[in-house]
């Protein structure tokens, strides 16, 4: 069975940082396209970053490029979300999610397969 677990996600203070994890299970990340989602109240899913297959390509939201930074480790076939400078803003769900097709997306209709959320608080 294919799947993807999320976890890491905490109460941080404003300008902290938080590292989120996703385990996957049942199928190689190497070949999947890889992403990190966010869902704050009242609003919809939104991606916050990606990455190619061969991690050659990423993407980041604009309101996190400088401070959030996507990677996969290949041997424990987790990939990861380190988020630093964190922000009010930055509350929400989190999701991860990978895509079988390789190619990087913002967009949430493109992604087989998705993990369940972690909650990500930011507040002093």
């Known amino acids: 069975q294919l799947q993807l677990v999320a976890s890491g996600g905490g109460l941080v203070q404003p300008g902290g940082s938080l590292r989120l994890s996703c385990a996957a299970s049942?199928?190689?990340?190497?070949?999947?396209?890889i992403g990190w989602f966010r869902q704050a109240p009242g609003k919809e899913r939104e991606g916050v970053a990606c990455?190619?297959?061969?991690?050659?390509?990423?993407n980041y939201a604009d309101s996190v490029k400088g401070r959030f930074a996507i990677y996969r480790n290949i041997y424990n076939n987790t990939f990861y979300l380190q988020m630093n400078s964190l922000k009010p803003e930055d509350t929400a769900v989190y999701y991860c999610?990978?895509?079988?097709?390789?190619?990087?997306?913002?967009?949430?209709?493109?992604?087989?397969?998705w993990g369940q959320g972690t909650q990500v608080t930011v507040s002093s």
């Open positions: 999610a990978a895509d079988a097709s390789g190619v990087p997306t913002m967009r949430v209709a493109e992604y087989d397969l």
């Open positions: 990455l190619s297959s061969d991690s050659a390509t990423t």
């Open positions: 049942g199928f190689r990340l190497d070949y999947w396209a």
